[in-house]
């Protein structure tokens, strides 16, 4: 099989740059910490409630300005929906839905993870800005679906 | 020429793929004044109902239906007619795909399946709606075979020859569906059906999605590759240049076999349940499929090349001003391929761990598929009809009627440019995919994406124009235009006398490794899904 010279080096050029890629997008993930969220601790969406931590939903304090935000996903809201922390806080969301598929936005940031029925999804973000954050879900979840957001305010 | 009863057959399929485009397309515009806040529906339909409906007609069934009816026009003028046993069998199918349609819209339109065109557990619909996606996948198993057989009946008929390059990439195409269907006849007949006629009461939520988007992802490429097949044999006879390379031509359509199944991971990268290193290994397979896109961009633009200088024209790009620009057979084709500079690069984007946590779920994907399928895809699908529909009624598309496709297409290019540069640079900012509206109580966030929803209202109202427009041109092709012969155009490749590389017709060698792709990257994670399942979810309906 005859390949013209022009073609073996457009081919080389986009080997190379395909691996440059990778391997831009492998560091990432792996080295710096930046993978995408990928939590697998199971938790049974019928009995949400009653199992750590979404037995207390809410922000809680683990550390100077750093926080873990328990949240509860449901059609067609997010519990809690108000919440306020100070700049530069640095929050750990754990989210979980308790009936459909849902998504966790938070417009704007790198904030988004799917909540898939049966697990717990987890991603960390450091607020360094001020200002009035929204949450919202990227997932269909029935009519209401556009209604279904929070407000995340970093004062 | 094309036999009589094939053409019926053809015909057949590509009318009532324009008909689903015709209805899809006028709820696509729908949705937009419903989002830019113009309109509220009537008859107590509600915004996803009619999102449902869109996506079904058009990612399912108006793709399907045309890729078929164009596939065995162009068997039968490659490898002579159907025997009556294999038309036959097609004739089932295209039945069984009509009536899954009918039942499946009906659903919708009863307001029983409003669970979108992916169908995601635990939202549950009423089991006809899976029965019916059920009937027309069934049928395209029954078109499937009458392309394959027909095939292999040449190849008996031939022996030793090189089959006819249309013939191959059609096989090609629907190896790469019936592997690629596996995944969602699985959720549908094993997870599904039983779960919403109540037989089981849980469905197990991750594993539905991943069988899922196992089918999703090859699905695009079982939209793309009829287009490549009509970029790669048609155009370079348009432009009355030749095909650059057959045996290239071939190995590109194998990788895009290899590549496009073994990656489903990469639409479910923010999702929990699924760990991150078998998430990468899939990106990579994902980016691997860069390889036969550059190597279809390199054959086109030799190609064209080629034939501009073949005709006379000098200097480094002096061949670009040789080329066919007010040919709508070629103008189509080429907006298409410049579609998917845009369209490849954002590919490229999603499938990035990093990058798409930016887009996610946000109307950047939205606006990502309408210029693969809605533009790169659909446009070369235009150009297609212009000839094929005179081809098959023994009429000719005269200059006018081509300075009019001309302008249906660049109507086309400027509301699809318009409203999918809107739902790009909005979703970049977190503005959701598949919401009512995204006003959400004058939040400050939100305020900023009104005036893109009003932007793609109006690109879709041109679209919505142009294919009105489109559906008028196409009645007169087929029953007003004057008579005579217009050509199917198949081209003759460089290398046409060479002997191709046997391997490249040795199938089992590349299903063989396409399923061990798929088994490297699928087994050990599914069989943890299924083996240790999250808590299952009984059905819901919102709605």
């Not at chain 1, 304090?61 to 449901?74: A, S």
């Not at chain 2, 819209?105 to 979108?116: E, Q, S």
């Not at chain 2, 590919?347 to 990093?354: E, L």
């Not at chain 2, 006003?439 to 966030?445: K, S």
């Amino acid at each position: 099989m005859h390949v013209h010279k022009l073609e073996k080096v457009w081919l080389a050029i986009g080997f190379i740059t395909l691996v440059a890629f990778l391997t831009t997008v492998g560091i990432q993930a792996f080295a710096s910490g930046h993978g995408a969220p990928s939590d697998l601790t199971k938790v049974d969406p019928q009995n949400l409630e009653e199992t750590e931590p979404f037995d207390d939903p809410g922000l809680h304090e683990i550390g100077e300005n750093e926080y873990e935000l328990v949240m509860i996903l449901q059609s067609y809201g997010f519990t809690p929906n108000e919440i306020t922390i100070p700049e530069g806080a640095t929050v750990h969301f754990k989210v979980a839905s308790k009936d459909v598929v849902h998504g966790f936005e938070i417009a704007g940031t790198t904030v988004n993870m799917m909540a898939t029925p049966g697990y717990v999804n987890s991603t960390s973000y450091t607020f360094d800005e001020t200002g009035e954050y929204l949450i919202l879900c990227n997932e269909y979840c029935g009519t209401g679906h556009h209604l279904m957001s929070a407000q995340l305010e970093v004062e | 020429m094309v036999n009589e009863n094939d053409v019926k057959l053809s015909l057949y399929h590509i009318y009532a793929a324009f008909v689903a485009l015709f209805i899809g397309g006028s709820l696509g515009l729908l949705q937009t004044l419903v989002r830019s806040e113009s309109i509220t529906l009537p008859f107590k339909l509600n915004y996803y109902q009619i999102l449902t409906a869109h996506g079904v007609l058009l990612a399912l069934v108006f793709t399907t239906l045309f890729i078929f009816g164009f596939m065995y026009a162009g068997i039968s003028r490659t490898t002579g007619e159907f025997t009556s046993h294999r038309r036959k069998a097609a004739w089932i199918g295209y039945f069984l795909m009509t009536i899954g349609t009918v039942l499946g819209v009906v659903m919708i339109l009863m307001n029983k399946a409003t669970v979108l065109y992916t169908f995601y557990a635990p939202l549950q619909a009423s089991p006809l709606f899976y029965i019916a996606l059920a009937l027309l996948i069934v049928g395209t198993y029954f078109a499937s075979y009458a392309v394959i057989a027909q095939y292999n009946g040449w190849r008996k008929a031939n022996p030793g020859q090189k089959t006819p390059l249309f013939a191959f990439m059609a096989v090609a195409t629907i190896v790469l569906w019936l592997i690629a269907t596996l995944g969602v006849v699985a959720a549908v007949l094993f997870q599904f059906i039983p779960w919403s006629l109540g037989w089981s009461e849980e469905i197990n939520v991750t594993l539905s999605r991943t069988l899922f988007w196992y089918f999703g992802h090859p699905l695009v490429y079982f939209w793309l590759l009829p287009a490549y097949m009509a970029w790669y044999v048609v155009v370079p006879k348009v432009i009355g240049g030749k095909i650059f390379s057959d045996s290239l031509a071939r190995l590109a359509f194998l990788l895009f076999i290899l590549f496009s199944i073994p990656v489903g991971f990469h639409h479910q990268l923010t999702e929990p349940g699924i760990s991150e290193a078998w998430k990468f290994l899939q990106v990579i397979l994902t980016f691997a499929v860069i390889l036969p896109s550059l190597m279809t961009a390199f054959s086109m633009f030799a190609s064209f090349e080629l034939a501009g200088r073949e005709k006379g024209y000098k200097g480094v790009f002096g061949w670009f001003k040789g080329l066919p620009w007010s040919d709508v057979r070629f103008l189509s084709a080429f907006i298409g391929m410049a579609f998917f500079i845009p369209a490849g690069a954002g590919g490229i984007i999603n499938a990035s761990h990093q990058m798409n946590q930016v887009i996610h779920n946000t109307i950047w994907v939205t606006g990502h598929f309408h210029i693969t399928i809605g533009a790169t895809v659909i446009l070369t699908f235009f150009g297609i009809a212009y000839w094929l529909i005179p081809h098959l009624k023994g009429r000719v598309l005269t200059k006018r009627m081509n300075s009019l496709a001309n302008f249906q297409i660049v109507l086309w290019t400027i509301g699809m440019f318009i409203m999918s540069a809107a739902m790009h640079f909005s979703g970049l900012s977190g503005n959701p995919r598949r919401t009512q509206n995204s006003d959400y109580n004058g939040h400050e966030v939100a305020s900023q994406w009104g005036s893109y929803e009003t932007a793609m209202a109006v690109g879709g109202t041109l679209l919505l124009f142009s294919i009105f427009m489109f559906i008028i041109l196409i009645i007169r092709l087929a029953k007003t235009e004057p008579l005579g012969q217009e050509e199917f155009p198949i081209g003759v490749a460089l290398d046409e006398n060479t002997k191709s590389p046997k391997l490249l017709e040795n199938w089992k060698l590349w299903i063989g490794i396409a399923i061990a792709l798929i088994l490297i990257a699928y087994t050990i994670p599914v069989f943890d899904i299924i083996q240790n399942p999250a808590p299952g979810s009984p059905g819901y309906k919102f709605w």
